[in-house]
């Protein structure tokens, strides 16, 4: 099954850029779809290889870190080619 999952990780601290960017490198070097706006962070694929990527991609993340929030949403559905109609 393919999902689709919005990711905004808000690394509550001074250096919050350098985490962020960091974050955002991980999801790029790997074999899934990422898609960047200025609030998110888009990221698809198959469920059973996304989930196992996604969470060791968090976990390290957050022990680089103090205190993050991470905002994420999945989709049950491929969402990558989606562009608005209006």
Known sequence: MNIS???TLSP???DYEKHV???IKA???SEFTVLE???STQIYGEFSKLMPFLTQAIETSFENQ???VLT???VKTDRSAYEPHF
């Open 27 to 29: 999801l790029r070097d």
């Open 37 to 39: 706006n200025p609030l």
């Open 72 to 74: 994420m949403k999945v």
């Open 66 to 68: 103090n205190i993050c």
């Open 12 to 14: 509550l601290q001074d």
């Open 21 to 23: 960017i960091d974050f």
């Open 5 to 7: 999952i919005d990711l």
